[in-house]
């Protein structure tokens, strides 16, 4: 058989589980799918640090950190971030994805068990799969983590602050307790978590927490990600972490407008942002249970309607999407099969007038739905 027909068909496949994803132009007149939490890919400062960090470097670094890569927008980054979270040290990735998967891979083997939350983000799954000696507890459940534990022997675990498919934040502490090495993946969590945005590392100490995911494409607005944790294991990575030694470090322009994002993030500004979404998170939280929308546990940004059927969560996106509003419609394989959701994610921008209107567009869809099938 042709590999083009093999192809078609699995994409069949996909068009018959209404599962088929496709790329479309972000157009939207409100947004409320993205996870620009504070406005800050748009903020006048972070525009300007990547402009004149344009100027200055280019808009490539050329090679590998390795080779010639490394600049010096990328150290006072480095630098800048492990003061701001007290850590002994960070290293810089092109994408949370990347640094996920790299951490994992390089660091799984030498661990005599890995423990996952079950709905840990898919860069940590893709970077454990090929071992055999990881198992996934029950999400967000420290008793059950704690069972599979491998006794006299070395643990790593694995979970999420903010869980980027429900909102919903794992119990860090009681995580921290257990007898493992506790890895937080921070995505969600940094620059908006807590009085300082410190997320997780305010709640956590290097020895409880020594390894922390940190990206730069969310609340920082930009772009890239960053391991952060002891000088051992960053010292580990940079000789064989792969896909840090053998991959393009990101432009010196990009590190010069993360560390202006940061600085906001630590300013008066940055806490000034963080009361906007709570105040945002809060109304819209009030406006759903007033319309009856039966919204998911979440204290945070990220709001989930989970409908089951992948079906109606594209009949209820698409009525969105006709009257100017974007949210997340998130099938499976993304989520667990027969959890098909809408993800609603609010950020500080938003004005009341547009969450107002957002969430009696959302009420009239899906109770429209639901008066005619049950969803
Ligand atoms: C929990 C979590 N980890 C890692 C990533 C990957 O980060 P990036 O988008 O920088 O590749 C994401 C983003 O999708 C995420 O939600």
């Given at each position: 058989?042709?590999?083009?027909?093999?192809?078609?068909?699995?994409?069949?496949?996909?068009?018959?589980?209404?599962?088929?994803?496709?790329?479309?132009?972000?157009?939207?007149?409100?947004?409320?799918?993205?996870?620009?939490?504070?406005?800050?890919?748009?903020?006048?400062?972070?525009?300007?640090?990547?402009?004149?960090?344009?100027?200055?470097?280019?808009?490539?670094?050329?090679?590998?950190?390795?080779?010639?890569?490394?600049?010096?927008?990328?150290?006072?980054?480095?630098?800048?971030?492990?003061?701001?979270?007290?850590?002994?040290?960070?290293?810089?990735?092109?994408?949370?994805?990347?640094?996920?998967?790299?951490?994992?891979?390089?660091?799984?083997?030498?661990?005599?068990?890995?423990?996952?939350?079950r709905l840990s983000h898919a860069s940590l799954l893709d970077g454990v799969?090929?071992?055999?000696?990881?198992?996934?507890?029950?999400?967000?459940?420290?008793?059950?983590?704690?069972?599979?534990?491998?006794?006299?022997?070395?643990?790593?675990?694995?979970?999420?602050?903010?869980?980027?498919?429900?909102?919903?934040?794992?119990?860090?502490?009681?995580?921290?307790?257990?007898?493992?090495?506790?890895?937080?993946?921070?995505?969600?969590?940094?620059?908006?978590?807590?009085?300082?945005?410190?997320?997780?590392?305010?709640?956590?100490?290097?020895?409880?927490?020594?390894?922390?995911?940190?990206?730069?494409?969310?609340?920082?607005?930009?772009?890239?990600?960053?391991?952060?944790?002891?000088?051992?294991?960053?010292?580990?990575?940079?000789?064989?972490?792969?896909?840090?030694?053998?991959?393009?470090?990101?432009?010196?322009?990009?590190?010069?407008?993360?560390?202006?994002?940061?600085?906001?993030?630590?300013?008066?500004?940055?806490?000034?942002?963080?009361?906007?979404?709570?105040?945002?998170?809060?109304?819209?939280?009030?406006?759903?249970?007033?319309?009856?929308?039966?919204?998911?546990?979440?204290?945070?940004?990220?709001?989930?309607?989970?409908?089951?059927?992948?079906?109606?969560?594209?009949?209820?996106?698409?009525?969105?999407?006709?009257?100017?509003?974007?949210?997340?419609?998130?099938?499976?394989?993304?989520?667990?099969?027969?959890?098909?959701?809408?993800?609603?994610?609010?950020?500080?921008?938003?004005?009341?007038?547009?969450?107002?209107?957002?969430?009696?567009?959302?009420?009239?869809?899906?109770?429209?739905?639901?008066?005619?099938?049950?969803?």
């Amino acid at each position: 058989m042709q590999i083009q027909d093999v192809l078609q068909r699995q994409l069949e496949l996909r068009r018959q589980q209404r599962r088929h994803r496709s790329l479309s132009v972000a157009a939207a007149a409100h947004d409320f799918s993205a996870n620009d939490y504070l406005g800050l890919s748009q903020h006048p400062q972070v525009l300007d640090a990547f402009q004149r960090g344009l100027q200055q470097w280019g808009t490539g670094s050329g090679s590998s950190p390795l080779v010639a890569g490394y600049q010096k927008p990328h150290a006072y980054l480095r630098r800048h971030l492990s003061e701001w979270l007290e850590r002994d040290n960070v290293l810089l990735f092109s994408s949370g994805f990347s640094a996920n998967q790299c951490t994992m891979r390089a660091l799984a083997p030498l661990y005599d068990r890995v423990l996952l939350d079950r709905l840990s983000h898919a860069s940590l799954l893709d970077g454990v799969r090929e071992q055999r000696h990881w198992k996934r507890f029950a999400h967000n459940d420290a008793t059950h983590a704690n069972k599979l534990l491998k006794p006299d022997a070395t643990n790593l675990l694995v979970t999420e602050s903010v869980f980027s498919m429900d909102g919903d934040s794992a119990p860090l502490r009681e995580l921290a307790a257990l007898d493992v090495d506790l890895w937080i993946d921070d995505a969600h969590g940094l620059g908006i978590i807590g009085a300082d945005g410190r997320s997780a590392a305010s709640e956590l100490s290097q020895k409880q927490a020594p390894l922390i995911t940190a990206t730069f494409g969310k609340a920082l607005g930009v772009m890239g990600a960053a391991m952060v944790g002891t000088d051992s294991v960053i010292d580990y990575l940079v000789n064989y972490g792969r896909e840090f030694i053998y991959s393009t470090a990101f432009p010196a322009a990009q590190a010069t407008a993360v560390s202006a994002a940061i600085k906001i993030a630590q300013s008066a500004e940055g806490a000034r942002l963080r009361q906007q979404l709570d105040t945002n998170i809060a109304l819209f939280g009030e406006l759903a249970t007033r319309a009856n929308i039966p919204l998911g546990k979440s204290e945070h940004a990220i709001q989930t309607l989970v409908v089951g059927s992948d079906a109606n969560v594209m009949r209820i996106g698409t009525a969105l999407s006709s009257q100017g509003f974007k949210c997340g419609t998130i099938r499976p394989p993304t989520v667990p099969e027969g959890t098909a959701r809408l993800r609603i994610t609010l950020t500080a921008q938003h004005k009341e007038a547009e969450i107002r209107a957002f969430v009696a567009a959302f009420a009239d869809c899906y109770h429209r739905l639901t008066e005619t099938q049950a969803v």
